[in-house]
Structure formats: structure tokens, C-alpha cells
């Protein structure tokens, strides 16, 4: 995909993470989680991989997010750390 279609595709619906009930929302660059709080985001390519990197991110030990639209089980959105390779979220 390219980055425009996965801003399309992030920005089409809400979202909601599997081990949670909360709720991510994707208007532009800002990020909204549970209509709470607006994190500025932005997608950027590197080798052919999209990654998403958020300016608030706590975890910052792990930079910014790989994010994987075809994944096997079918979910829409998994984001996979850039340096660990983990998994950590999955939205639906």
C-alpha cells in the first residue's frame, strides 16, 4: 500500500483495539483514542515498509510502528514495533 491509501484506510472508520474497548479514531494527523486525547501522528516509508510515529508515544524505546494491512487473520490494522519486530496493537 502506499502511504496515501493507508491514511485513507486509517481515517475510513473507527477502530477498536482487541484487548480493550478502546476506541481509535484517525481525522487527518491526529490520532483520537476514546475521544479523549488527539495525538498528532505521521506515516512515513522506509524499505517498502509504512510506519506510523506519534510525537507522545510513551514507549519510545521501540520508535515508531510498522504497520501490517494484510495480515493473516484478516484484522484491518496490526502495528509491530520497528526495532523489537513485537506485535503491539491490534485494531479492528
Not at 483495539?17 to 483520537?32: A, C, I, P, Q, Y
Request: some cysteine; hydrophobic content about 35%.
Amino acid at each position: 500500500m502506499t502511504i496515501k491509501e493507508v491514511y485513507e484506510l486509517l481515517c475510513s472508520r473507527n477502530y477498536y483495539e482487541l484487548d480493550s474497548s478502546t476506541t481509535f479514531r484517525f481525522l487527518g494527523n491526529t490520532m483520537f483514542v476514546d475521544r479523549r486525547a488527539g495525538v498528532p501522528f505521521s506515516l512515513q516509508e522506509d524499505r517498502g515498509d509504512i510506519y506510523l510515529d506519534t510525537t507522545l508515544r510513551p514507549d519510545r524505546r521501540d520508535g515508531m510502528l510498522r504497520i501490517v494491512t494484510n495480515h493473516p487473520d484478516g484484522r484491518p490494522l496490526h502495528f509491530f514495533g520497528k526495532n523489537s519486530g513485537l506485535e503491539v496493537l491490534v485494531l479492528d
